[in-house]
């Protein structure tokens, strides 16, 4: 067996691309060989510097990629991220260690960039912990049930002045980045979308397996602005008795009105042969099921952690946030790592603004930086936490003022898979 020593992590050049896919799909249980297409589709995707893979007597055994995004937190702005992405290790090569190399290389390279975070999504809940990362938004999947939702069955269209119409790939690059901007510049947890995105969302690019080419519906307000746009694809199942039992799967929906949400789900539970919408991973506290005048039609498939965040500065993330009262709060952060743990006084004002420095006072919290990344956007309790052991109180009711300050009314959601 090859020493660990022996093992080269490295940033790849654009030759070694094709050994590189290669050994990612075969990490991800994929058909190893790829097409002169499909390598030339994915170079896109090619980031040199960031594009890392491990090699084994010349072979590609491992791979890492990671890119430059931005994430939207409390209060609208944005941080720039570390996003994390085809990660693999061959079944050969697992559990030596490889993943913890690249992991490093990466986080350390992002921290030097200026970066504030990493992101990722997880394949697995045990895999990023250990590297400080920490589920930070939720994502939750429904299934309706449409003949027992409640809904009139002779609904022709949006009864607010809106309307609903079907458009082609074409008309959703061009309506759908604008659209999207709009949602994430409000919505905590979103991510930036590049442009290769849209292609392949819509076809023009194809790499992504088991791609179908979706139905695009977009809702526009009674002033005519686009507000609302969804992508579905359906999967032609009939019952014995010649019945229609389709399934629509909404592969993502984007409203930046409750109106637009509430028109494309009422359109996606009108169309004839349609009996079940998947909604895809949406936010857990979405609007969707009391759209119905039968919630419970609404049947939660999937409830699990989504994107997985790994703080690289404490200060700049907390200042980059707003907070929900004013307050001050000394939070003892370890990382064992020593990327950013230490001892930070957040001062927020009643504006919302916070600020951030490092002190020497008493600390009022102890937590572990992963902790911290599923505090920060608002979606978990301190209080929780503390029952579960993972964050200390040092002061008594200092999880609470923690809750006071850092929690949310609505949940952060994070609409992308990268
Ligand atoms: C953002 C993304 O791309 S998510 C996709 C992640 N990729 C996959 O799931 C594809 C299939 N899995 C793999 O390719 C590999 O198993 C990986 C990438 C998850 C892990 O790579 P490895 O090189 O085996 O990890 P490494 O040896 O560095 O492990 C470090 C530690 O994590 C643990 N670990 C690694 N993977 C897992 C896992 N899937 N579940 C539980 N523990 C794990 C190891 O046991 C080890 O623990 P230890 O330090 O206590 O001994």
Same mark, same amino acid.
């Given at each position: 067996?090859?020493?660990?020593?022996?093992?080269?992590?490295?940033?790849?050049?654009?030759?070694?691309?094709?050994?590189?896919?290669?050994?990612?799909n075969i990490g991800f249980l994929r058909e190893?060989?790829?097409?002169?297409?499909?390598?030339?589709?994915?170079?896109?995707?090619?980031?040199p510097g960031r594009t890392v893979g +491990?090699?084994?007597?010349?072979?590609?055994?491992?791979?890492?990629? @990671?890119f430059a995004q931005e994430l939207t937190v409390v209060g609208g702005a944005v941080v720039p991220a570390d996003a994390v992405t085809n990660v693999t290790v061959s079944p050969t090569h697992r559990r030596r260690g490889l993943l913890t190399r690249m992991m490093a290389q990466d986080l350390a390279a992002a921290k030097e960039r200026g970066d504030v975070v990493a992101t990722l999504i997880a394949a697995e809940y045990p895999i990023y912990g250990r590297y400080g990362f920490g589920p930070a938004t939720w994502a939750t999947e429904w299934t309706?049930?449409?003949?027992?939702? /409640?809904?009139d069955p002779r609904w022709a269209g949006p009864e607010d002045g809106g309307r609903i119409d079907l458009v082609d790939a074409e008309d959703v690059r061009k309506l759908g980045p604008e659209l999207h901007?709009?949602?994430?510049?409000?919505?905590p947890g979103a991510v930036s979308r590049d442009e290769l995105w849209w292609q392949l969302t819509t076809g023009a690019?194809?790499?992504?397996?088991?791609?179908?080419?979706?139905?695009?519906?977009?809702?526009?307000?009674?002033? /005519?602005?686009?507000?609302?746009? =969804?992508?579905?694809?359906?999967?032609?199942?009939?019952?014995?008795?010649?019945?229609?039992?389709?399934?629509?799967?909404?592969?993502?929906?984007?409203?930046?009105?409750? +109106?637009?949400?509430?028109a494309l789900w009422r359109y996606l539970c009108s169309i004839d042969w349609v009996v079940a919408v998947r909604t895809g991973y949406r936010a857990p506290d979405d609007l969707l099921p009391h759209f119905l005048p039968d919630p419970r039609a609404a049947a939660v498939t999937t409830q699990a952690d989504f994107l997985w965040v790994r703080v690289l500065d404490v200060v700049r993330a907390l200042e980059a946030r707003t907070y929900g009262t004013a307050g001050s709060l000394v939070l003892e952060v370890a990382d064992a790592s020593g990327l950013t743990g230490g001892r930070y006084r957040l001062e927020a004002s009643a504006d919302g603004a916070g600020t951030c420095a490092p002190t020497a006072g008493h600390p009022d919290l102890s937590l572990d930086v992963a902790d911290l990344a599923t505090l920060w956007l608002g979606d978990e309790s301190?209080?929780?936490?503390? +029952?579960?052991?993972?964050?200390?109180?040092?002061?008594? /009711? =200092?999880?609470?003022? =923690?809750?006071?300050?850092?929690?949310? @009314?609505?949940?952060?959601?994070?609409?992308d898979i990268f």
């Open positions: 067996m090859t020493s660990r020593a022996d093992i080269d992590v490295r940033p790849i050049d654009e030759s070694e691309f094709a050994d590189w896919s290669r050994a990612m190893p060989t790829t097409s002169e297409e499909y390598l030339e589709a994915r170079r896109a995707q090619f980031t +491990a090699f084994d007597d010349g072979r590609c055994v491992a791979t890492f990629r @990671s309706i049930d449409v003949p027992r939702a /409640g809904l901007e709009r949602l994430r510049r409000s919505q690019v194809r790499f992504l397996p088991g791609f179908h080419e979706p139905f695009f519906a977009v809702y526009r307000s009674a002033d /005519g602005e686009v507000a609302g746009m =969804a992508a579905y694809t359906t999967d032609d199942r009939w019952g014995d008795a010649k019945q229609p039992l389709n399934t629509a799967k909404v592969k993502w929906l984007t409203g930046v009105t409750p +109106a637009a949400e509430r301190a209080v929780r936490l503390a +029952a579960l052991g993972r964050v200390r109180e040092e002061r008594a /009711g =200092a999880a609470r003022q =923690a809750d006071a300050l850092l929690r949310t @009314s609505r949940r952060p959601w994070c609409p």
